[in-house]
């Protein structure tokens, strides 16, 4: 009743079932445990164009569009991080904005302190933000927080710690 549904002899269907997979299909499945290994040793994070990079390294010559596929048929997707949301408008509001320490001529340690914070993805899928202060004359580290959620009390930390490091009595030249 299937082979007639579908228009297939039934001598054909029969030929189709003991011919096997073809040399292609047995060919994508060694390259996919190659694929699957690669894969899970980044922990999802490499899509097609890293894996076939890898493959290359591995002297596994295969193009990157066959690797796509084989990972589409398989279901391996490489996951994607996004910790930024777009805000419009922020790229002329910053870029109006006068640099101040642009000009200035750096003689001695403590004169200027720059800070940043970073975000770092832990393998739980949490996030840790770092707040870091440097020394721009000697570019080391003076201090840095790390903590679970990003507020006004991580930067204060990694200053007041700064200060503390440094030893900056109350009314000496702080670089702030």
Not at 3 to 26: F, H, I, K, P
Not at 82 to 90: E, L, N, S, V
Request: charged share 30%.
């Amino acid at each position: 009743m299937m082979c007639r549904l579908y228009g297939v002899t039934r001598d054909g269907y029969n030929s189709w079932r003991r011919r096997g997979a073809s040399a292609r299909e047995q060919e994508d499945s060694e390259l996919f445990e190659h694929i699957r290994s690669i894969f899970d040793r980044h922990d999802g994070c490499y899509g097609s164009p890293k894996i076939t990079q890898e493959l290359k390294k591995r002297d596994i010559h295969v193009g990157q569009k066959r690797v796509a596929r084989i990972m589409r048929n398989h279901g391996l997707r490489a996951v994607k991080s996004r910790i930024y949301t777009a805000r419009p408008g922020t790229y002329k509001h910053v870029y109006g904005i006068k640099c101040k320490i642009e000009g200035i001529k750096l003689t001695r340690p403590n004169q200027l302190w720059v800070g940043d914070v970073t975000y770092i993805k832990l393998r739980d899928g949490s996030w840790q933000y770092l707040s870091v202060v440097m020394d721009r004359f000697s570019r080391k580290i003076v201090s840095w927080s790390l903590s679970g959620r990003r507020d006004v009390s991580l930067t204060l930390s990694s200053i007041d710690r700064a200060v503390r490091n440094r030893r900056a009595s109350p009314g000496s030249d702080l670089p702030f």
